[in-house]
């Protein structure tokens, strides 16, 4: 399956005043298309945030809570196994003006070491040669700190940082910690972020939501970026197809 995307709206963005509509926005998210190879990914020609991490470090919870949405990213029972990525377009009222990518997780160990091979690759690839990138998530436990194998991703994006592709570590779980650890990891998490940001995130006590989506907001929108996000509508829900972790 590989669908058009459709153009962004005509005209100027509208401002609003706070991350509320932002969030609202997020919840416009709604299932594109799911590729198991890079050539069988649609061309974007929006904005797309990619969303990437280790498998269990709490990828679907992230972008299901962001999204308002229970089932948007299917977590699976048995994380590693799915090798697909997932695309969702976001945009009111038919139109799409940024998609986001939810990418493998990485480093189970229960997956052979071809299929760990074969996807480190198609993930590089992605990375490194998707024009439509406009940003990526990393999330991270912070109970765990960055691995080796988010580090050689951090490696391997750092070029198109430098050339202004945007970066945010998301340390999730945060409920998990006290704040003392909270503001200890957020100290860790920008000393290795390499000029991208860093924050905190609980999809259990909806910490950094409003900030994280506003923030995703601006990145799809770099011509507004110092206004918010045109006031929220009720949108339909999405229905939720069987994905991926």
């Known amino acids: 399956m590989n669908p058009s995307v459709p153009a962004p709206a005509a005209g100027p963005v509208s401002p609003a005043t706070d991350a509320r509509a932002a969030v609202g926005w997020m919840h416009t998210a709604r299932f594109l298309t799911t590729a198991a190879q890079l050539d069988q990914l649609p061309p974007v020609d929006v904005p797309e945030i990619a969303f990437v991490g280790r498998s269990n470090a709490g990828k679907s919870s992230c972008i299901n809570t962001l999204t308002q949405q229970k089932q948007l990213a299917y977590a699976s029972k048995k994380p590693g196994r799915t090798q697909h990525i997932n695309l969702f377009s976001l945009g009111r009222q038919g139109q799409t003006d940024a998609v986001l990518a939810d990418l493998p997780g990485y480093g189970y160990a229960a997956v052979s ?40 991703l951090l490696e391997v994006v750092r070029p198109r940082v430098e050339e202004g592709l945007k970066f945010l570590i998301l340390l999730t779980k945060a409920d998990k910690l006290t704040r003392a650890e909270q503001a200890k990891a957020l100290s860790i998490g920008r000393l290795q972020a390499g000029g991208g940001e860093v924050k905190m995130f609980s999809a259990l006590k909806k910490q950094g939501v409003d900030e994280t989506a506003l923030l995703l907001w601006q990145w799809a929108h770099p011509a507004t970026e110092a206004a918010a996000p045109p006031a929220p509508a009720e949108p339909e829900e999405a229905d939720a197809p069987d994905h991926g972790d």
């Open 113 to 152: 070491r071809t299929d760990k091979q074969r996807w480190q690759r198609v993930m590089v690839n992605y990375l490194v040669s998707r024009t439509s990138l406009t940003g990526i998530v990393l999330l991270c436990d912070p109970r765990l700190g960055l691995t080796g194998l988010d580090e050689a």
